[in-house]
């Protein structure tokens, strides 16, 4: 194959080339699916760079671990569940380090600050808001309300009933209008 050329092969037949030993196989896999991969990393971790260090891990073992891929999902729901498994996991690691992440801004350098300053609040106050949530509900509300998937989807990513995400939902929901409710005064 080529430099720019498309590779032909569904997921499936990508993770079974690379379980039988096609070296470029996986990497057509990854690059396939990467920014898709990266939103979920950064949308599930406290901040950008668990996010990677957990896209990282997820990688290497979906890598390590392609020939236990039992083929009863896509291959993009097992990746998927992988990738917010590690994100979750370095979640649990890091709360028990408590370390607080310094937040980063990516603001233009001559923008206008005073038009920005509104949407950089809200959504410090809605990330914040999610960081309040715990690991599971977050998980949830991401993929249903963030994600725009359905109960049924995201029960089968995440690996749970759909009772389980209904009532995550619901829990992380009401937590986020506690934790948000100053917004509806302002």
Same mark, same amino acid.
């Given at each position: 194959?080529?430099? !720019?050329?498309?590779?032909?092969?569904?997921d499936e037949d990508l993770l079974l080339a690379h379980v039988r030993g096609d070296p470029g196989a996986f990497a057509v896999l990854v690059e396939?699916?990467? +920014?898709?991969? @990266?939103? #979920?990393?950064c949308r599930t971790s406290d901040n950008r760079d668990d996010a990677a260090d957990a896209l990282q891990d997820a990688l290497l *073992?979906?890598?390590?671990? =392609?020939?236990?891929?039992? +083929?009863? =999902? *896509?291959?993009?729901? @097992? &990746?998927?569940? %992988? #990738? /917010?498994?590690?994100? &979750?996991d370095r979640i649990r690691r890091n709360r028990v380090r408590l370390s607080v992440p310094i937040p980063t801004y990516d603001v233009e350098p001559y923008a206008d600050e005073r038009d920005q300053m509104a949407a950089v609040d809200l959504s410090l106050s809605i990330g914040r808001a999610l960081d309040a949530l715990p690991p599971d509900q977050? =998980? =949830?509300? /991401? $993929? /249903?309300? %963030?994600? !725009?998937?359905?109960? #049924?989807? $995201? +029960?089968?990513? &995440? !690996? /749970?009933? #759909?009772?389980?995400? *209904?009532?995550?939902?619901?829990?992380?929901?009401?937590r986020l209008a506690q934790i948000l409710g100053h917004l509806r005064d302002g």
């Open positions: 194959m080529t430099r !720019g050329s498309v590779d032909a092969r569904s396939r699916h990467h +920014a898709y991969l @990266w939103s #979920v990393a *073992k979906a890598h390590r671990m =392609a020939d236990q891929f039992r +083929a009863d =999902a *896509k291959v993009t729901s @097992w &990746l998927h569940r %992988i #990738v /917010v498994n590690s994100c &979750l977050r =998980a =949830a509300v /991401v $993929a /249903v309300d %963030i994600e !725009g998937m359905t109960i #049924v989807d $995201a +029960a089968e990513r &995440l !690996g /749970v009933p #759909v009772g389980t995400i *209904k009532s995550r939902c619901s829990r992380g929901r009401l």
